[in-house]
């Protein structure tokens, strides 16, 4: 059934050369890492009888960054990066889906890639002798591009839905964690507790309409 069958295929190529600088001291210790991602993606679609192509180039920064710094048990981190990715095939291919009359979904070829910042802190000391640790984590992800869907009900009352990119959406993610060994005679006892907790904002549309989750 042709409304109901369809075929994507998708090949990509990335090169992605980098310089980078080490720093190596007795308590401190970090790397930086920049350079470029070259990406080349081939999207091939086939429905209702008809092919679908379209070649994706984009040359996008890729930078990472860490410093540690150690001290006896106690162990801080500090790391940062940059993620991208380009749109799926399905996302981008101006395929109009009529398998549901009533929702019918289009790519769009004109979408920018998912560009991203991430940050994030460790702490942990652990002292081997007592067998008692204590561990932090806190991560911060800003979305200066994210792909999202985007529907409007038309004057037949048929949603149509594609995909845009908006702006703005980010997550918070800590947790805190705490461990003990107990002894006595043969029996040993571990005692766990921990903490953790997430924030996030996202962005999308319905009917047009901007709204925040």
């Not at 710094?69 to 380009?86: D, E, H, I, P, R």
């Not at 790519?107 to 991430?118: E, F, I, V």
């Not at 561990?135 to 800003?142: G, H, K, L, R």
């Amino acid at each position: 059934n042709d409304i109901f069958s369809r075929y994507n295929e998708m090949k990509q190529n990335k090169v992605s050369p980098y310089a980078e600088l080490q720093l190596n001291k007795s308590k401190f210790s970090g790397t930086l890492r920049a350079g470029s991602d070259f990406y080349n993606q081939e999207n091939y679609g086939f429905y209702t009888g008809s092919a679908y192509n379209l070649t994706v180039r984009e040359m996008l920064p890729a930078l990472q960054a860490n410093l540690r710094y150690k001290a006896g048990n106690n162990n801080l981190s500090f790391n940062y990066n940059y993620n991208t990715s380009l749109a799926s095939t399905t996302q981008l291919l101006a395929i109009e889906n009529l398998s549901d009359p009533l929702n019918i979904f289009v790519g769009n070829p004109d979408l920018d890639p998912n560009k991203s910042h991430q940050l994030s802190l460790n702490f942990s000391n652990f002292d081997r002798k007592t067998r008692q640790g204590i561990n932090a984590n806190f991560t911060y992800t800003y979305n200066q591009s994210s792909i999202v869907n985007y529907s409007y009900v038309d004057e037949d009352l048929i949603t149509r839905s594609t995909y845009t990119n908006v702006e703005g959406n980010y997550r918070l993610n800590g947790n805190l964690f705490w461990s003990k060994q107990l002894n006595k005679a043969a029996n040993k006892l571990n005692l766990n507790v921990g903490l953790y907790s997430s924030y996030a904002r996202q962005q999308a549309f319905r009917n047009s309409q901007l709204y925040t989750a």
